[in-house]
């Protein structure tokens, strides 16, 4: 199965899609990866690669990766973002037909965060190469623009929706990472098949190593661990709320590992509200994750309330359950129903700053033979929905159906 990968983000940036690609190569699928100048999140071209370069470069794991010019996209800025996301479009519909000419592909696969307008290069690729179109769909378009206050404008909203619909409609198959995005993406799909296809656990979790040495040690007591990305849908400000409430409980400690848009202006708040049971401790790699989180008392997972969000499972909460410690979520929807169907922790109400206060100390109460219990039940649930190998076959056995429909 020859799979074309087509994805903005990818490697050395540190996306789920690098380890998705991994699973795929074990599972037997031959990838080719299209994509951009690696700059997220510090906005910078890194290291070795330039913004208006593109050729092809080998993986390490021995597989080749193409990349095309973008705009770095800054500090997070609405013109440098969209300048970011249009360039890649656009040169990675004029540069990809020479780059991949004499190749052969049975499937496109797109790897579809926000923003949806990277499908549109795949859809000239797999017309130009007689190739068959999936596209994962992991944020709702223009739905998640008007959640996070990115576009306002009706009308341009109206015709974000008329191009995510010509995207849906070209494609052969659509994948979404939540059971409750099926609704809206069929709205829109026409007759375009729409299956749920859960984003899997993170590899590392899965590999030996979570008891080396830690890449941050946490000090003694209960600490509340956060992890991932810092920015305007994770909800700090609740947490920081939050924080406030439990400053009496000592022992209590809320330490936030990551980085975002927010994390210069979570410094300042930590400061301004002499929070010192919330430890900002940086983002560190993928690899150093397992070792962290095994520290941690419970493990916490939030977002804000609006209709879009209820309707995303964060990836956070897959690496979560593998860590086998207790989680806190405060949101609703569907990351909720996932914890509350695995056992593996308590939920409370999006942005209900005493309801988070109260879970904290629900879980401190308890003794470490229960916590322990609520781990091992996350882990079960874990290696049944999520287990990255597992879900990587069922992947590479859609992609072979798919292209069976097109041969005949």
Request: glycine letters at 8%; hydrophobic letters at 45%; a positive charge.
């Given at each position: ?7 903005q983000?990818?490697w ?26 690696p ?22 794991s ?87 206050g ?63 040495p ?15 990305n ?34 210069q ?19 560190f790699a ?5 070792g ?46 996932v ?5 593996a ?23 470490p ?28 056995e ?7 429909k097109?041969?005949?």
């Amino acid at each position: 199965m020859r799979v074309l990968v087509l994805s903005q983000y990818y490697w050395p940036e540190s996306f789920r899609i690098n380890e998705v690609v991994e699973s795929l190569r074990s599972a037997g699928c031959h990838i080719t990866v299209l994509t951009g100048q690696p700059n997220y999140p510090q906005g910078d071209v890194f290291a070795g690669y330039r913004a208006i370069g593109f050729g092809v470069q080998q993986h390490e794991s021995g597989y080749s990766i193409y990349r095309v010019p973008l705009v770095p996209r800054g500090r997070g800025g609405a013109i440098g973002l969209a300048a970011n996301y249009l360039l890649f479009v656009l040169s990675a519909c004029v540069l990809s037909p020479w780059l991949l000419r004499k190749q052969r592909f049975d499937v496109v696969f797109v790897y579809a965060p926000s923003p949806i307008i990277q499908a549109i290069p795949a859809v000239w690729l797999a017309f130009l190469k007689r190739a068959k179109l999936v596209t994962w769909v992991q944020d709702l378009w223009p739905q998640s623009l008007e959640a996070t206050g990115f576009v306002r404008n009706r009308r341009v909203l109206d015709m974000v929706a008329v191009l995510v619909r010509w995207i849906y409609r070209r494609c052969d198959s659509l994948l979404v990472q939540s059971e409750a995005f099926i609704p809206s993406v069929k709205t829109m799909a026409g007759k375009t098949p729409v299956q749920y296809h859960p984003n899997p656990g993170e590899l590392a979790f899965g590999r030996a190593g979570a008891l080396d040495p830690p890449a941050l040690l946490l000090e003694p007591g209960f600490n509340v661990v956060f992890a991932g990305n810092l920015g305007t849908v994770q909800a700090l400000d609740t947490i920081l709320d939050a924080a406030e409430l439990l400053r009496l409980h000592a022992d209590v400690r809320i330490v936030l590992v990551g980085s975002g848009s927010r994390s210069q202006w979570l410094q300042q708040e930590v400061l301004r509200r002499q929070l010192g049971n919330v430890q900002l401790a940086g983002r560190f790699a993928t690899e150093a994750m397992p070792g962290i989180l095994a520290q941690a008392s419970v493990l916490l997972v939030s977002l804000v309330r609006s209709a879009i969000m209820s309707q995303t499972v964060p990836s956070k909460v897959q690496a979560y359950l593998a860590a086998g410690k207790p989680i806190i979520a405060s949101l609703d929807g569907e990351g909720s129903k996932v914890l509350d169907a695995s056992g593996a922790g308590v939920s409370c109400p999006a942005e209900d700053a005493a309801g988070l206060a109260q879970a904290v100390l629900r879980l401190r109460a308890l003794s470490p033979a229960q916590l322990q219990r609520m781990g091992e039940a996350g882990q079960r649930y874990y290696l049944q929905n999520f287990d990255p190998a597992v879900l990587a076959q069922k992947l590479a056995e859609h992609f072979t159906r798919i292209s069976a429909k097109h041969q005949s």
